[in-house]
């Protein structure tokens, strides 16, 4: 459970747009007289253990609470609210296309169904200055998505593709670098989908061109899930060029072998992701790679599984999220036959090994090099490729300082750097 400001407690599952949209209803949340007593549960949809997770700490929140007012919103609320709104001491369901609307979170408001995310067709900004306890902030430039992978919920939670407006981002880190914030991520649903519906057309590539250049006082801009073959040509040119664009990008690959890229409905094959990471690395060496991959999809054999293991090794992917397929109802994939569910946990732990073993190929790679690290505390931080690094001795770092250091040595999972 997140600090409680303001008095009330967040519980945040998910992704980055989830922990974006959780600082912005607890502004909300408070402004609207919610305070002691009240406990805001963010939810997610991507997985059936998100989902179980969620529900056992309302359970646990309303025991431990007695008379507590649990507020319930996010993507598995909004597809079913029912489900969620019957959960102990929970007084309220908020669907995700009024949590960030002002008036979803009047205290006297009439409990009112959740309105129906298919017809969202703005996305509702909310200016965020603080990040409980953090130094990167996250920022929220598009919402939705319009594609139909098919083992994914997500478009039935979030809706279409909704892009913010260029000054709306703009205005929303400038705030955030006025309170400190030295470096910015980037995120959304799919956030290579931004644009088409914005005055112009401005693609991704343009946007953060723009935010860039009015903004000159951000140090370090990330991005989030990038969709490999949607990057456009400006995003290129910034990737080979932009120094304040750090050069670590997440890729949502999903899989390694064409057939299941298909029944997956991705808009990527193997070749494609090879030739991006290729000219990723051709314009811009010191690149390095993450990526979203799922291990036990229907009908995956052992050879397809093989294929992903070896995208891992050939494009040294540093940072993995693994998931093992969880079928999510009323998705295509669902009607699959389906892996035995300890098949898909165990090829899983084999991938998240591959995974191991590449990023600590990448971080002895970087032994003697100068990093540029963002503190987060006195000793640890992470660098521009996002490599988790600590200091061992000498002068301690502040929370929020980007130090140039020298790292002298590789862990398995961090880098280790003597403080000058
Ligand atoms: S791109 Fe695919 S995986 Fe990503 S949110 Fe959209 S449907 Fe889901």
Redesign the pocket.
Known sequence: MNRPRDNIDVLTFGCRLNTYESEAMRDLAAKAGHGAGTILVNTCAVTAEAERQARQAIRKAARDNPGARILVTGCAAQINPEAWGALPGVARVIGNADKLKPEAWATDAPPAPVTNIMAATETAAHLVTDFAGRTRAFVQVQQG?D???TF?V??YGRGPSRSVPIGAIVEQVRALVERGYREVVLTG??ITSYGPDLPGKPALGQMIRRLLAQVPELPRLRLSSL?PVEIDEDLWRLIAEETRLMPHLHL?LQHGADLILKRMKRRHLRADALAVAERARRLRPDIAFGADLIAGFPTETEEHFAETVALVEELDLAFLHVFPYSERPGTPAARMPQLPVPLRRERAARLREAGKAAAARFLAGRVGREEAVLFERADRGHTAQFAPLRLIGGVAAVPGEIRLVRVSAAGADTLLAEAA
């Open positions: 998505c594609h139909r992978c994914c997500i478009p649903v799919d969709d949502s």
